[in-house]
Every structure is written in C-alpha cells, then in structure tokens.
C-alpha cells in the first residue's frame, strides 16, 4: 500500500470518528443550551403569577400564551420547585407531544395551590436540529476541504521523493551519478546525502573490483600461454608412457579452458569499459549468414537441421560486439541442441529470434545471465557467454528474453 493511500485511510477514519462524536456532543449540548433557556423562560413566567399574587391576592386567568399551558391544583402540602419532561396532550395541534414543566406551590391567602407551567419541545428540538445540522454540514465540508489540501500539498511536498527514486531506478554502476532535485526538506536532503555517500562508495568498489579483474586477466595471458607452450614440448617428446601423456592431456586441457575463461573475464572488461564505442549500421540478416557458415561443419557432426528465414533487418551498433553477440548465441543454441535436433533462426525489423529443441529442461531465467551460471556442474564451459551477451545487449540498446515451449529454448532479441 502506499504511504499516500495509507496516510488519507488512517486521516480519513480519524475524520469520520472525530464527525460522529461530534455530531453527538454537539447536538447534546444544543438541546441542553435550549432547553436551559426554557427553563429560564418558565421561571420567568413563574416570577410573572408571584407578582400578580402579590398585588391582587388571587392567582391569574389561565390564557394561553406562546403554547404555554398553565394549571392550578389545590393542594395541602407545598410543592418543591421541580423541572421535568412530560407527554401532554398540545390542544393547537391536538396530538400527544414532550413538554418541558415547572411544578412549583403558590400560597394565595392561607391556601396553597400547585402551579403546572408547561411549553411544548418541539420547537426546541427542532431549532436544536436546524443549529446542529447546519454546524456539521459546516464542519464535513471543512473536513473534505482539508482531506483534499493535505492530498495536494503532501503529493507536492514528496515531489522531490519521487524524483529521487525515479533517478536511483533509472542509474546504474556504469554510467553516469544520478541527478538529484533540490529541495528544503531536511530529510530529504538527509536521504539525498546518503543515497550520495552510498553510490560513491558503491562505484570506488565497483572500480576497485573491474581494475582487479582487467588487470588480472591481463597478467595471466602471459603465464598461461608459456604454459601451454611447455605443456606442447611435453607432450610431443618421446619415451612418454601412456599414464604421463593422458595427464598432460588433461593438464593441457585445464589450461586450454583457463585461457578461454580468462579471455572472456578480459572481454567483459571491456565491454563494461565501454571499448567498443564506434557503432554503425549493420545488415543483421548478413551477419547472421557469415556466422552460421562458421558453424555449418559443426551443427554437421552432430546431425543438426537448421532452418533461416532472414528478411532484411538492421542495427546501429558496434560491428565488433554484434558478431561476439551473434558467435555467443549460436554456440549457445549448438551446444544445447541434441544430436538430430533442429535450429531455427529468424530476423525481422528490430527482432531476432533463435530456437533449438532442448537437449534437457528449461534453464533457469532468473541466473542465465550471470556470470558463470552452467547448466550441469560437469559442463566443461565455462559459463560466461550468456553473461556476455546481456552485457552486450544491454550496451547496444538490445532487449533480450528467453522462453522455453515445446520443448524448445527460445531467445528473442529486439531493438
């Protein structure tokens, strides 16, 4: 879930509670506000019959005034002064309705009577109504206006977030640091020098580690073919018993796949040196046909049925690095290709594709690429031709994927 979705879910559910209890605090202390005026209202009318007994020693017509209804009761004991709520029939609207009454005693001579004063809710309430809904009609629409202000100035504020992220997805080791947008926030700035110290340590190690390699790699050519050369002046002297030449051969062998895998550690070097700088535009149907002569003897000896539909296509890329693209792919597809097996290679516009039936299983997509991934431990390559085609692609703008159906191992490359 995004932090944004996540932050107005949690904003928004506080907002809703805050709106409930509200409504409800706010509607109990209207009603309670109102209703003390009327009680106010009622001692008022109260105080009114106290004055007209003193004056006239009779207590006051009952009229009707403002829906207030007034009623005397003889009685023998006083009455305490009471506020209460009642159902009482309204006459002028002639329906059941809740009233608010004061019950009090009044002394008229050496009798003391019971006063009912009582006015109808339903004014109150109402007005109680009316003053809430508009107040929380007031109070939605400022939470509403809020909720989509804190959207709008969060989504601006994390602006420099997102530029951030984009530009790390967008780097990688062998180009150039990422740009960075300005900003006044302090952990943003806090992020962006992190992010900074980071990479510059990554890319000092990265270069330490490509300087080893290369450098490496280039030592070892010399002692690598001195060795051979002795290993050819052992092997071709006399008197050798069969025991000794089987394990110079294999000694020579060892050296001879060293020499290889050191070579293609040196190409890699290379490549990700970016070496192979000078691009042009090559017919990829006519390189594909001088390749495939290369290894026409070779698919031969195992049987192999080879299938080309070439339609013009072509690139703008590294000569060079295309036919060490194109070499790496069909060694690839021979090597996997059981003996009687089929090749099928077809171009297009901006696509290539390259299948051969499968010799075992599908191979595992996620480490085909990486360096040194084979297939069976006992396999006597070395494991870098894949390695150096993703690189290849990668540099040249290339995509390539691989698929495996019906039993066959597919690469597509397109560009």
Known sequence: MKLFAKYNRINLTAMAVLFVLSAFTYYSIINWVLIHELDESLDQYRIKIAEFVSKKHELPTIESVDDLQVQYKAVTVPTNKNYELVVLYNTSEQKNEKFRRLLYSQQVGGQYYEVSIAKPLEGVHLMAKLIAGTTLILFLVTIVISLLVNHLLLRRLWTPFFRIIDSIRKYKLDSREPVYPDTDIDEFIMMRNALKEMIANTERDYRTLKEFTENASHELQTPLAI??????????????????????????????????????????????????????????????????????????????????????????????????????????????????????????????????????????????????????????YNGLGLSIVKHICDQAGITIEYNFERNEHIFSLRW
Request: no cysteine; hydrophobic share 35%; net charge neutral.
């Open 227 to 380: 060795i051979r050369s002795k290993l050819d002046l052992v092997i071709q002297e006399e008197g050798l018993s069969e025991k000794q030449v089987s394990a110079l051969q294999s000694a020579y062998a060892n050296i001879k796949r060293l020499t290889t895998m050191n070579q293609s550690l040196l190409l890699l070097a290379k490549i990700e040196n970016r070496q192979y700088s000078t691009n042009e535009s090559i017919d990829v149907a006519k390189k594909v046909n001088e390749k495939l002569d290369d290894f026409k003897e070779f698919w031969q000896d195992k049987n192999i049925k080879l299938t080309a539909n070439l339609d013009d296509s072509s690139i703008v890329a590294n000569s060079d690095m295309i036919d060490l693209l194109l070499a790496n792919l069909l060694s690839n597809a021979g090597r996997h290709t059981p003996a009687g097996g089929t090749i099928d290679i077809g171009s297009g516009p901006g696509e290539l594709q390259i299948r051969n039936t499968a010799q075992d299983k599908a191979l595992d997509k996620l480490r085909l690429f990486t360096r040194f991934y084979k297939e069976k431990t006992s396999n006597t």
